[in-house]
């Protein structure tokens, strides 16, 4: 079984690995400083919203409507920002707060109500959609009046001062190192079993990636604030998931529902703070999404429900719930970014792009439903 | 005179660690009713599964003959094929299609590849009006109750020309009305020659219908007689005739407080639908084991289920614990309450099977042991390892899926998951189902262990000896009312099992002792 796994595992890693080498032997500009900063703020959306959607398959539901909220909270900022000349810190966290709390209710609604997560997620799909195209009179609004900079437009426009992104690199490697070594050191003197080169080799890889991440984002313009708001909402999820009773609570509903109940776990307000934290996460990509726009229009956010549902899929959660990591997740989430970007960079038809795409998450599933197969039996 | 229709010789069947059927001997004469009688776990499903086909003949030792002739069914349909067909407890109907459909599922008229509609209804019809089942073949079984739905699977083996009908508990869900017009049914398709093999705890049904009775008590076939030639008594003392075994630690604690007490409890289960549960009133004392026994589907799981908030709806009654009003359903406030629930069945709603031991066993606990909502890893390790030694669970580590167990330590981790958090009235629903002798002895100890702690028990199980060796009162539950309450000290099997079968004298029982 372990060994399935570190199949799968690494078998993300080689799929990445073979989409950028097909992508650099096509346009060698893919590998570019350039194409890499941007790939990193075009991930940042979508895979923030991925790392929702982990919080809501989890314990076994699904949100169809996140791609349209997206759309509604980035415009509903856009218009308080440049219609009602509100300035931009009060009107995100004005819409921050509105979006916790829509998605409060449709948690509420799904838990109290017993109304299927699907339907009542597909309704919200429809009815953000709609109510966004009103609150934008299906004009493009841009998130700052005139060509003028404000802290919306820095969420994809700011990048970190070389010497601070440095210094971040440094820091992350070693306290990822520590965090590492602290862990193992840990299991060791409880008496379980670990691999201790096999964690090394996991820190080695990973400050490599970090320190190239770096070197090559200082090459173009440094560290963009947005990879590091990915960064800060993967940690937190992460810490969320591994060490927090909210997070082990979402597992054991996952996994078994029934179960769960009859063990004393809160269900229906564990499933509704998940609803809650997608709110937040749903804003934050909405901003992030239409602030690398520069502007919400008619189609800002649109199917990006279903690239963040690929990407969970692809990084190996299971759409029954109870099994699913952060690292799969940004795993799957860069999978996606990387097919949209590598498609654009090679100038590939929308039509494409979409067929491209999909294909790719029926594989994907298809993968899941073998690998979980053969690993069950 | 001629020989029987379907005859089993000295069939034995070995399941892991268990002899379900010991050298058993059954002949059906041709228009019989042959009536099966034993506790829970005696061996009767596996007799009927053996007869009907469902376990292939490699699988048992013995010998099979029909008409005489040995025969070996690999499969169901080989039985089918044979004129046995088996109507079980859970009735295999397609909700959806119409009475018609359902009688000849999978064995449609068909011609050119083409279901002949015309010839499926008025064939339907014929089956339903020669054996006077009184159903509109047009019908969904969706709108038959469940009496109705019981008459379509007889009529759909009838169909496929059996001869012998194998009925595992068919009146469990029936109504007063609707046995009546099953039992005259099988009377009467006994004068058509259709043999039957009757299954039921209902012992005034199987003297009104049987020709011959067999009693099975711990897979061996005890005692097989003319209805004639017995009476009710004679055949509850050979269901039950077995000594108590030595498995149970003795009686130590000083009963205490009432920590749970029920009054006139009736419970529907949903809103507007006729109560399940009927005036059920009980209480139980630190230091005490309450059992609560009766036949299967008498409403003691439901009851559990009731007190611990996931099941039905209140009609009236009170719940107090600790002498404050239970709040009706909130499963986790009462675990932190300390009340906690071990489940009958492990698989739907006791594990997260999938997920690892240390996972499972800290689930319920995990309030205590988080500060600020981040679980303190430290704590939960010494606890979960502290318990998995306690309990002597074997499992490689913390680290395994659950469900990779065996069902006695998977049993053991979810009462270590309960135990965690400290409970003061623990309710057990069948703990003991389906684990081994070793793991019953261990759960018995355990049981003991915590009354001698102060906790109160309550106890479901449908063994009466374990009732009667663990438990210091014990409460009969008969078709969701009170058959009647007992010290367990003076009780003895037989009295226990006609509380639970008989309402009537229940009643009166229940009148003397409660």
């Known amino acids: ?47 923030v919203l991925s790392l929702g959607m982990l919080l809501i398959i ?49 948690g509420w609604i799904i838990m109290k109500e017993r109304v299927p997560a699907f339907i009542i ?30 802290l919306y437009s820095l969420l994809t426009t700011f990048y970190l001062p070389k010497f601070l992104g440095v210094a971040l690199g440094v820091g992350c490697i070693a306290a990822l190192g520590l965090a590492m070594l602290r862990g193992y050191k840990k299991r060791v003197a409880r008496g379980f079993s670990s691999d201790g080169e096999l964690a090394f080799l996991r820190w080695f890889i990973a400050s490599q990636v970090i320190g190239l991440f770096v070197l090559v984002m200082n090459q173009y313009k440094g560290l963009p604030l947005a990879a590091l708001l990915l960064g800060a909402v993967a940690l937190a999820v992460h810490i969320l998931l591994e060490q927090t009773r909210l997070g082990r609570y979402l597992y054991a509903v996952g996994g078994n529902e029934q179960a769960a109940l009859v063990a004393g776990v809160p269900v229906n307000y564990v499933v509704i703070c998940a609803f809650a934290l997608m709110g937040m996460i749903v804003a934050l990509a909405g901003f992030l999404q239409t602030a690398f726009a520069g502007a919400t229009t008619t189609t800002t956010g649109q199917l990006m429900e279903l690239d963040a549902i690929a990407a969970c899929v692809i990084g190996g959660t299971s759409l029954k719930g109870g099994q699913g990591t952060v690292v799969g997740v940004l795993f799957g989430a860069l999978i996606m970014a990387m097919l949209l970007n590598g498609m654009t960079l090679l100038a590939v038809s929308p039509e494409q792009k979409f067929i491209a795409r999909g294909l790719v998450l029926a594989l994907a599933v298809w993968m899941d439903v073998r690998l979980s197969q053969t690993r069950t039996t | 005179m001629p020989g029987p229709i379907l005859e089993a010789k000295a069939i034995t069947k070995l399941y892991p660690g268990v002899t379900a059927l010991r050298d058993v001997s059954i002949a059906l004469e041709p228009g019989q009713v042959h009536a099966l009688c034993g506790e829970n776990g005696a061996g009767k499903s596996t007799l009927i599964k053996v007869l009907g086909g469902v376990l292939p003949h490699t699988t048992y030792t013995g010998q099979l003959l029909l008409d005489g002739r040995p025969v070996q069914f690999e499969s169901i349909r080989d039985a089918e094929a044979g004129g046995i067909a088996v109507i079980h407890q859970e009735l295999a109907l397609v909700d959806e299609m119409t009475v018609a459909e359902n009688v000849f599922l999978g064995n449609e008229p068909v011609r050119f590849g083409f279901v002949q509609h015309e010839r499926m209804y008025t064939e339907a019809q014929k089956v339903l009006e020669r054996f006077k089942l009184e159903i509109d073949p047009t019908l969904r079984v969706r709108q038959l109750g469940m ?31 609707e046995i009546q017009s099953l039992l005259a049914i099988i009377l009467d398709l006994r004068s058509h020659g259709v043999s039957s093999i009757y299954i039921s705890h209902k012992l005034d049904e199987v003297f009104h219908l049987a020709d011959r009775i067999t009693v099975i008590r711990d897979g061996e076939s005890v005692h097989s007689t003319l209805t004639r030639d017995t009476d009710t008594s004679s055949i509850v003392q050979h269901m039950v005739g077995r000594r108590v075994d030595e498995l149970f630690p003795e009686r130590r604690g000083t009963p205490g407080e009432v920590l749970l007490s029920v009054q006139g409890l009736s419970v529907a289960p949903r809103r507007g639908e006729p109560a399940r549960l009927k005036d059920i009133s009980f209480e139980v004392r630190g230091g005490q084991v309450l059992g609560i026994g009766g036949l299967m589907g008498a409403g003691r799981s439901e009851l559990l289920m009731h007190l611990f908030g996931c099941y039905g709806e209140r009609i009236s009654g ?36 999938e997920a690892m031991v240390g996972f499972n066993l800290s689930l319920s606990a995990l309030r205590d042991l ?145």
Request: with cysteine; charged share 20%; glycine share 8%.
């Open chain 2, 370 to 514: 988080s500060a600020n909502g981040f679980i303190d890893s430290e704590r939960e390790l010494k606890e979960n390892r502290q318990l998995v030694e306690s309990l002597s669970i074997k499992t490689a580590s913390l680290e395994v899926a659950v469900g990779t167990l065996s069902g006695g330590n998977q049993q053991k981790v979810v009462l270590g998951r309960a135990l965690m958090t400290g409970p003061k009235v623990v309710l057990l629903d069948e703990p003991t189902r389906g684990i081994d002798i070793g793991a019953k002895a261990e759960i018995y100890a355990l049981v003991r262990e915590l009354t001698e702690r102060g906790l109160a028990v309550v106890l479901v199980s449908s063994e009466l000896p374990e009732l009667i060796g663990l438990a210091d009162r014990i409460l009969m539950l008969c078709e969701g009312q009170l058959g009647g309450a007992f010290d367990a000290g003076k009780v003895t099997q037989a009295e226990l099992l006609s509380a639970a079968m008989n309402k009537t004298r229940a009643a009166v029982v229940a009148g003397e002792n409660g």
């Open chain 1, 121 to 150: 997620t597909l309704g919200g799909l429809l009815v953000f959609k709609g109510i966004h195209w009103l609150v934008i009179a299906s004009e493009t609004v841009p998130v700052a009046p005139g060509n003028q900079q404000n």
């Open chain 1, 1 to 47: 079984m372990d060994k399935k796994i570190a199949l799968r595992d690494s078998s993300l890693l080689i799929a990445l690995v073979l989409i950028a080498i097909y992508f650099y032997t096509r346009d060698p500009r893919f590998l570019s400083s350039r194409n890499l900063t941007q790939l990193g703020i075009e991930l940042s959306a979508t895979a």
């Open chain 1, 58 to 106: 989890l314990p076994g539901h699904i949100d169809l409507s996140v791609g349209s909220g997206v759309g509604l909270i980035g415009a509903v900022a856009c218009v308080l920002i440049v219609n009602s000349d509100w300035s931009a810190l009060p009107a995100l966290l004005v819409t921050t707060l509105l979006s916790i709390a829509i998605y409060t209710v449709m």
């Open chain 2, 318 to 353: 009170q719940v107090r614990f600790l002498g404050q009003p239970l709040p009706e359903s909130d499963p986790a406030k009462l675990v932190r309450a300390g009340l906690v629930l071990v489940t009958e069945d492990r698989k739907r709603y006791g594990l997260c099977l």
């Open chain 2, 147 to 177: 009496g109705q739905k019981q008459l379509v699977e007889i009529a759909r083996a009838l169909a496929k020309k059996a001869r012998v009908l194998i009925l595992d508990e068919p009146t469990s869900a029936l109504s007063d009305k």
